[in-house]
DNA sequence: TTGAAAGCGCTAACAG
DNA sequence: CTGTTAGCGCTTTCAA
């Protein structure tokens, strides 16, 4: 017996005996409509199972109700958005952004012009952006970011940075890293990472800094992907090339670690025995390792609820300034 | 000396002495339009950094091209998103999409009213829906799928079910598991999982048709929410009661086995010596886990592709059918 | 090959 | 409190 199914909010306007203009605000929950009529009118739509669309809503608010969650893939084109890192924050950003009512869509970007942000923005489908690492496109970034408002970025910060960056003290962490290593005895000890991106390169001078004016102790930058697939490779090549291997390594992530120790495994070394591993990030991975793995912590949660705080603020119109979380060292081997 | 920022074809069309009609078509590449006008149209928009609006196209043409991705989480409230099955699996449809242009909408729902899937459908955001296991709301989806083509479902098929899914053999993936144990000379076999979910449930039939007719093993099932942090609690609530642990543990996910291996270790047990473990998935954190960890593969990135290329034969118009994948016994133990 | 005009489905002044 | 009207920015007949 229903007649034709409801499509718009005429044919529910008609069906109701009302105009276009009620119905809308009646579905809205605009208080300004006669409270019997409203109720009629969100009846009659329960029925017939009718809601508006969003998209011609979206057309003419000019909102989106939709964040862009972008993965630039610049520095190391073998990583996969499903990295662990990428998922546990993009997993938290989609809790957050559920909660307050956004959409949350998500692209991976391999970076081979430089227009490829800008691409997003005029997509016009997002209120905002929230870029998971800078990457190596932080000169792409701080350009936006110049005339751009709603746009935060987890990763970073660099003294002049033009965007505004959310991350931890990647620096402070390296430095504590180093620490740890240094203080259980380790004297040659391997940087396992790829310090074109950001932040692994300040992870890399807080653990230079770290040894400062100590030169009983050698520390080796080596270039590591971060893709699992390809850094056990890198890391076996470094270990046949210095013949004597490093007796401390120190990877910029948890899942580099994680490698290193399967590949020292492989080899016959032990961990901690012969080489000690500290990691980064303590992703769910690295605590359930054994052998237990330390590292240092990154907040993630408390990054994405930052993010996403700022990048609303932002799209009201406010600045917000850079924030920078402190790391945690997290020390889990028992000898 | 540019004369404010272009926003809209009607902008550019003035600027190039066309019709906005003429814009359209040519930034569309249709091949009606004079290709010098043509030309010209797109160097001046590639001046002006102009792109036409996506939502205003879409809008019109009544494409959306998004894909909502949705995770209901009915069944166990506390797994969240970060979850990395579920990470792993939206990581590899997000590279599947990206490549097919589309973007990815990311959803995570608690199912509290049966209309969540009606509701995310009639926002109208999406061309399609990729639902990300089927939870303990298969009657929802096979209610929609009655006269609604584009849903695909990743999880488990049940004879008769009306809905798509794409998944592995679950039935075969649980007596996989359960043989492994039982060849090595389990007894006492304890499944720890949540069963309201079709897929685990599927997995403990599984299971016990691999005991049929022997009255010398004992399976017992045991309840195991999946998310960590609630998990080892569920563990260890049943070792205590039970008092005399079992000698193998088939857990529903590999998430579910380490946070076993774990709660064994804490009581002093040692695995495989005392407890034989699998697990189930073949997630990245299975195959870096020490002791090696046993488990049945599901192919993530196999099933995230069929996922994807029978949605799009469904926006098509096709009517695709559901898809079941092997699973493959993974041995690791060394022992 | 191009332009005028009519919407896609909704919201927000502005009047009443 | 409600209706009329005019778009949001684009695509697509239809006619020229």
């Known amino acids: ?17 009302v105009s276009a203009a009620t119905v809308s605000r009646a579905l809205a929950g605009k208080d300004m409509v006669n409270s019997e009529t409203s109720e ?44 662990p890192f990428f998922m546990t924050l993009i997993g938290y950003l989609a809790d957050e952004l559920t909660e307050r009512g956004f959409d949350l869509v998500l692209s991976r970007v391999i970076p081979s012009r430089d227009d490829w942000l800008s691409r997003l923005i ?21 350009r936006i970011a110049a005339d751009y408002l709603p746009m935060v ?12 960056s959310i991350g931890t003290d990647n620096f402070l962490g390296g430095r504590l890293a180093m620490q740890h290593l240094i203080d259980r005895g380790c004297r040659k000890i391997a940087f ?30 080596t ?11 890198d890391i076996a090549t470094f270990l046949t090339q210095i013949g004597d291997p490093p007796d401390g390594i120190f990877a910029a992530s948890d899942v580099i670690a994680l ?17 000690r591993v500290i ?39 406010e600045q917000t300034g850079s924030v920078i979380l402190n790391p945690e060292l997290i020390v889990r081997e028992t000898t």
């Open 192 to 221: 396992l990472g790829n310090t074109q991106a950001i932040e692994p390169s300040l992870r890399l001078e807080g653990a230079k800094a770290a040894i400062q004016a100590r030169s009983d102790i050698e520390l080796m930058d």
């Open 40 to 83: 009629r009118i969100r009846k009659l739509a329960e029925e017939h199972d009718f809601r508006p669309s969003a998209l011609a809503r979206n057309l003419r608010t000019r909102r989106r109700g939709a964040i862009g969650v972008v993965v630039p893939l610049g520095h190391d084109r073998g990583q996969h958005l499903s990295d």
């Open 153 to 164: 970025v987890w990763g970073g910060f660099v003294q002049g940075q033009v965007h505004c």
């Open 223 to 233: 270039p590591t992907h971060f893709a699992p697939e390809v850094s056990g490779t």
């Open 1 to 17: 017996m229903l007649a034709g199914k409801i499509r718009t909010i005429y044919d529910l306007a008609k069906l109701a005996g």
């Open 279 to 317: 990691g980064y990030d303590d992703l769910y991975v690295a605590q359930t390792s054994v052998p237990p793995l330390s590292t240092v912590r990154q907040n993630i949660a408390a990054g994405a609820s930052h993010l996403v705080g700022s990048l609303l603020r932002r799209i009201a119109g």
């Open 259 to 275: 490698t290193a120790m399967q590949v020292l495994a492989a080899r016959g070394l032990s961990v901690p025995g012969d080489v």
């Open 122 to 142: 005029d997509a016009d489908r997002a209120d905002g952006f929230i870029i998971v690492g800078q990457s190596d496109q932080s000169g792409v970034l701080d």
